[in-house]
Structures are given as C-alpha cells and as structure tokens.
C-alpha cells in the first residue's frame, strides 16, 4: 500500500550531490518537497528542474526545503546542473538525490518492489517516477500528485498548494478552489457559528455548509 496522506514518511539515508543526508534530519523543522524524475538529461525534467530553481527564494520564504530525486548517480547530477543552469536561467542550488538502488522510489511507492534499473536504462524503465510529495514539519505526508511523462508540471502550482496548506495548518482553516494568499478562506464545519464569530469575527454564508471569512491579520 503507497503513502496516504498524513503518513510519516520513510526515514531514509539517501546519498546526494551535496553530500549524504537521512531525511528526517534534512527536513528538520521545515516544510519539504520532494519532486522525482525518471532520468537525468531529459527534456521535461530539465525544464521542470529550472522552474524550480527560478522559485529558489519563493521556497526560501515559505521555509521550504526541495529535494530532487532522479535514479541516476551523483556524478550525473553535478554535470546535468549545468545544463539545467543553461536552459533555465538559473543555478539549481538544492540537492538532488541519487536513486540508483531505486529505495527512495519503492519507498514511496513511485515503483513496484520488483522494479529494477536494466543495463542502459532509459526513462520508460522508471516512468512512474515522476511525482511530487509536499512534506510538513511532523514528517507527514501533506500532499502528493503524479504526472505522466509528456506533461510538464506546474510549480506555481506547488506554491500555490504549500500556501493553502501552510495557512490552514497554521490558522485552522480551510482553502476554496484557486485561492491564493489575501482571498477568503473557509470556515472549518467541526466551527461552530458561535465559534467562527468569536474566532474570525463576521462571515459569510454562502451555504449552510459553506462559511467564508477573511483570515483575522
């Protein structure tokens, strides 16, 4: 059975190009994302990994750590930088993680236990392997999306969703569809409207069910 949301996640020794790192150590107090890939110098990836590197201090901001994996080795990892630099526009500062036992993909349930890397692997040996995981402080799983192999993701979408997450964490909340930092929340159904007043101050109802409010500053 793959990671379910609010599971802990594995607590893995996991070897980068930055140096070796146990994971739950690595994430320390912060909020983490975990973005895999089936292999290094190809196309999507290469562009994905420059959005990423182009939001390094929107990450900074939010104290979000960002782990790359991709099941090829360090050495790859250093050389396939520069190209990620080239088409970018930007240096990719955080770690990349070498999943060449394939641990971290099992682990994560992003391949069967049966999966191997043949001889001359190429992506479609490890296509399932491209996933994003949103991690919080408390190691738990908060969010997880895969993608297939010809669809870029959206990682003003992450942000996005690290937001949303982060405020209803924060403020015992809940968040719309396509909100964004500054627009109303929701108002939780566990709240009673006693509750919300006394918490939010004046709401609205949308809905008997539905409750939206400005967060209080």
């Not at 929107?58 to 960002?66: I, Q, S, Y």
């Not at 491209?130 to 297939?148: A, N």
Request: charge should be negative; hydrophobic fraction near 45%; aromatic fraction near 8%.
């Amino acid at each position: 059975m793959g990671l379910r949301i609010n599971d802990t996640v594995p607590d893995l020794e996991i070897q980068t190009d930055q140096g070796p790192i146990r994971l739950h150590d690595w994430i320390g107090d912060h909020w983490a994302i975990l973005f895999s890939h089936p292999k290094d110098f190809t196309p999507v990836c290469t562009t994905e990994f420059g959005a990423v590197a182009r939001l390094a201090d929107e990450w900074e901001k939010r104290g979000v750590k960002v782990l790359g994996v991709s099941v090829d080795g360090v050495e790859d990892h250093v050389r396939w930088k520069a190209d990620i630099e080239a088409a970018g526009g930007a240096r990719a500062g955080f770690p990349i993680a070498a999943d060449t036992d394939l641990a971290i993909s099992k682990a994560f349930d992003m391949l069967p236990a049966e999966a191997y890397l043949p001889d001359n692997a190429t992506p479609n040996d490890t296509a399932t392997v491209r996933s994003v995981f949103i991690i919080g402080p408390d190691k738990k799983l908060k969010l997880s999306m895969t993608y297939p192999m010809n669809v870029g993701r959206n990682f003003a979408e992450v942000l996005r969703a690290v937001d949303a997450l982060q405020t209803a964490a924060a403020k015992g909340v809940a968040t719309p569809a396509d909100w964004t930092v500054g627009e109303d929340v929701i108002i939780p159904l566990s709240v009673s409207d006693e509750e919300a007043r006394q918490k939010f101050g004046s709401f609205e109802a949308v809905l008997p069910y539905l409750r939206k409010t400005r967060l209080p500053a």
